[in-house]
């Protein structure tokens, strides 16, 4: 049946992953937009036009982010070819869903015009909190690798109590680092003080600042410039974790020599397979609640 | 200044530690409504009337719940008298700010009349935040005082993955129990899992309800009713810490044999003196959002 | 086949426990020394006499302790009758291992001039270690029950960090608790500060004993007395769990006003199902190991 | 005063972080054995000739290990020239105290000779218990590095529950792996229980390998050869923490096209500062020990 099929088109590894998901959960799934060498499963079918690919499948699986940055053409990394966003729309059947990450215009307008059932699953909550597993993994694998000493035993700032200040916190901490959480809403201090972590309000942050040997920040807002920056010692790690502009003068950091990396993407980089899974998983939600009506 | 000045007015053991709370953080505090008994802390001033202790303060702290259940009296649960809410509103200085816990007419209706501004601290996130610690932990001592096995190899469910769910969860894992949530939204299963916990949607409660040793319940709804109670061992325990109506039928259970605790108001009855720094810590957010504008 | 026969003489419920689980596993158990409303398991044979239960089994299971304390009968709590030790030595089949809990003489004695193949397994590290759990939970049991406060939050001392005081460590930090050790060795301290908890010698214990809300002996040494007792704030809570003598100059502590509670033989009281698989366990642990002549 | 001072001589980045501690913790240091290019902390003296070092010092400090594989030299990685020990031995104060690591022929037959007390801080215990926190970071700095897939979800098992196994499994654990332990001392599978992982033998390991995404085997034995080898899938990635020969047939794991690291002396390269501070702390526990006459 037509409604169990999938056409995954373009995308990193990630995508090649969900599709191996989608076809071991028993779906007919296509692909599109690889190049040979790819190494896409045997259950998985690498069609040789776009069309093939397209017409068979009522699903239409786009990568993340879905568009290159031109806009104009598909994300894919792991071919040597293209898809103009304009074969894409025309080459799609009458009855289809099309789901992919950080959807935007042109595709989305297109989308609209022709009454194209659609869902960006990079902005469902359970995504981005899946995402944060190996987000907080990626950053304990930078701070391994930059520091000379010890996790246990060494005093961990994170900014922010988001989700990936949460597990981060709770990951820091079981490898028997000092973990304080510096965050602004009474309710997010009463939870790291649940957790057991100690809490700090960032009224307190500059004082407090050369106390600690690695600082995670992943808010993203201008935190650490100006005074702030100074009074961060020479031989503390920073791993800024916010996503753009990020939280880091970066330039300044330089000038005072300080070690900050600028630890982005970390899903796709550091655990792509797992990446790859949340996306399939996400997607089924969707797909899920579509047909039951939620 | 009276500004700085507190009159705690009736409540149990926790308005006694709030009390005690404020006072030692510097705050000049005046008690009614307690006998003489209550051994309060020798720097806050029992006084002999309702009026003393009123007409020298600015901030008015009713307790939790802060009237009786009649709704014409405050709750004054240590107090052999009784303080009426019309001689409380009458006594009001001109100037003054009432903080109480689950406020409600008429008493509301008196404060909106009359221009007096007031808050309720009982519907603070922070406060429902910092509460569930000691709820898991009333929990956990119920779990550890009913089952005649250790918590470490057992299997336990919690209903639920909300503020008790996720501390509860948490520390039954440490403990080393096999810890399995049950939720229903995506975002929550995923918080599950990236928690390192067993996810599972309420579709397959039923089929895998007998594997449960323990049974933490937190979803205000009908969910161990009917048929989900005759799946439950006899030799589990159920422990329901949803508030009214609760989410066990009790009277089916009782029938059924199952041992069934409902175990409600666990802060102030297994930590009043946490609980009474909660509040404590509430109003003084509280005060400080409303000196600064927020 | 006899020599998967077994015959659970006297002892508490942990002896119905073990003689449950082995018949779980399959093997032919019969027990004496239970009165009939001892509730044993429908596939455990209660037996008439003596004689009955011993000249069909080859291993006999005494309980923990196995004898009263006047030495000359079995330990048999549950049973309102009496088994003299001389009895039960004289109907032993020529052929049997006896396996039971603090062995003493005269029993030993008979079972060595007789030739009888014994085994203690209270003297088994692994029954040690097992029972540090229900124990740790009992301890944590007490303390939730004895404070005010949460654990979440407060500063706990354990002194020790033998098999208790390790997995008490754990389960408190895992709480939300400030856990400091006090420990002697070298390679425990080195272990403490590995696992995440603060270490702190004995030479600086009582300087700084003031400073925790609640203290877990587990060294069976005199250590809390003359003047570190009265360096103990009034509010700590001091729950000694080492066994006789214990650690705590109870009789002085009791004059200074100082909460002290003996908390002995936690796992018979707290968890005594589990504390019977333990049994159960090393039973089989010491049976396997004869039978392959380790 | 003499008997504070120490020489450090040669050595890797654990000697020259050895040397800062010390020098922070108030004694007076003199250096030999390290090129002007190895950014020793300024008050630390880096002294012209060895005889320097060693005339106005009392503890002599050697590297781990302290002997190149040559034996006649002292192990110098961080200098351009070179230290027979022959000349350190002639050069030695009539009173000192050597320490230093992996200690042996023909160096402690010169001490022995001379009458030089020496000890070895590479035999201690509480040596070996720090060193397995660098050891246990570094192979989860490795997995997280080396898997397409986040540790939290994935399936452990370690292989040997001593000092390196212990902490391995709380680690991971805590990151949301499920873990498995396999041991062969009863009590040993007790204590994984009781810490709440999976306790498996090694009786039933090969007929379980297939399913663990990682292994980190600490048993320095012949164990993953052979059969055992061809029962493990080919994405599982194995870590070897054994020290030599290892616990893993290299060549045919080779053959196989197994993935498997070999991951020798952590702590040196992955927290030097840390085994740094490891040395100084043993060297300090020693003296300690020394003066008190332990």
């Known amino acids: 049946m037509k ?166 916190a709770k990951d820091l901490a079981a490898l028997g680092a000092s973990v304080t959480v510096c965050a602004r809403r009474p309710e997010s201090l009463a939870w790291i003080q649940a957790n057991g972590f100690t809490a700090s309000s960032f009224a307190h942050l500059e004082e407090n600042i050369s106390t600690y040997d690695i600082v995670f920040n992943t808010v993203p807002a201008p935190l650490f410039c100006g005074e702030m920056l100074r009074k961060i010692r020479k031989d503390t790690l920073i791993i800024d974790l916010a996503s753009k502009p990020g939280g880091v003068d970066f330039e300044d950091a330089a000038r005072l020599g300080l070690n900050v990396i600028w630890a982005l993407s970390l899903p796709g980089k550091c655990a792509p397979k797992t990446a790859g899974a949340i996306i399939c998983d996400t997607i089924c939600n969707i797909i899920r609640e579509t047909e039951v009506g939620v």
């Not at 103009?84 to 059947?93: S, T």
Request: glycine share 8%; proline share 6%.
């Open 3 to 168: 409604q169990n099929s999938f056409a995954v088109i373009g995308g990193d590894f990630r995508s090649v992953m969900a599709a191996q998901q989608l076809a071991e959960a028993g779906f007919s799934v296509r692909a599109y937009g690889f190049d040979n060498t790819c190494a896409l499963p045997s259950d998985v079918v690498l069609t040789d036009t776009l069309n093939e690919a397209l017409s068979h499948s009522f699903y239409m699986i786009l990568p993340l982010p879905a568009l290159a940055p031109c806009g104009t053409k598909i994300n894919t990394p792991l071919y040597s070819g293209e898809i103009l966003v304009d074969d894409f729309i025309k080459l799609l059947p009458r009855e289809c869903f099309v789901l992919g990450g950080m959807l935007k215009n042109p595709l989305t307008e297109y989308l609209k015009e022709y009454h194209i059932p659609f869902s960006d699953y990079f902005l469902r909550e359970e995504f981005a909190v899946a995402n944060a597993v190996p987000t907080a993994e990626g950053a304990i694998e930078i701070a391994l690798h930059e520091t000379p000493y010890t996790l246990c035993g060494s005093s961990c700032l994170i900014t922010g109590y988001g989700r990936i200040g949460k597990l981060l």
